[in-house]
């Protein structure tokens, strides 16, 4: 992750074009595919979504506008999100103390 990174509070998974999935991090994943891979013509909420991103790198927008911006364009182009599942921590049991016969 690169040092200037916003990164998002979940992340976004694409079913890009070709049926490949990808998951995008934060705001530099997302610009860098926005400016160097995007496969389709850019369109209204393309150009929204390479803004939002440049001012989430740059402190002037949230970074929650940002991601929402991102999954607009991608669902402009015909390229779904995947639902991520919550990182949930494990749940704890407490240990059962060891069972001692009494004879």
Same mark, same amino acid.
């Given at each position: 992750m690169p040092l200037n990174d916003?990164?998002?509070? $979940?992340? %976004?998974?694409?079913?890009l074009q070709c049926g490949l999935e990808r998951t995008f991090t934060g705001a530099y994943?997302?610009?860098?595919?926005?400016?160097?891979?995007?496969?389709?013509?850019?369109?209204?909420?393309?150009? $929204?979504? %390479?803004?939002t991103c440049r001012g989430a790198l740059n402190g002037t927008i949230a970074a929650v506008i940002a991601r929402e911006a991102f999954l607009a364009a991608c669902h402009e182009a015909?390229?779904?999100?995947?639902?991520?599942p919550l990182n949930r921590k494990p749940a704890i049991h407490p240990v059962r103390p060891a069972r001692v016969a009494v004879v």
């Open positions: 916003v990164p998002w509070t $979940r992340p %976004v998974r694409i079913r994943d997302a610009l860098d595919f926005l400016e160097n891979e995007w496969p389709l013509r850019h369109g209204e909420r393309h150009e $929204r979504a %390479v803004k015909g390229m779904p999100a995947v639902m991520v």
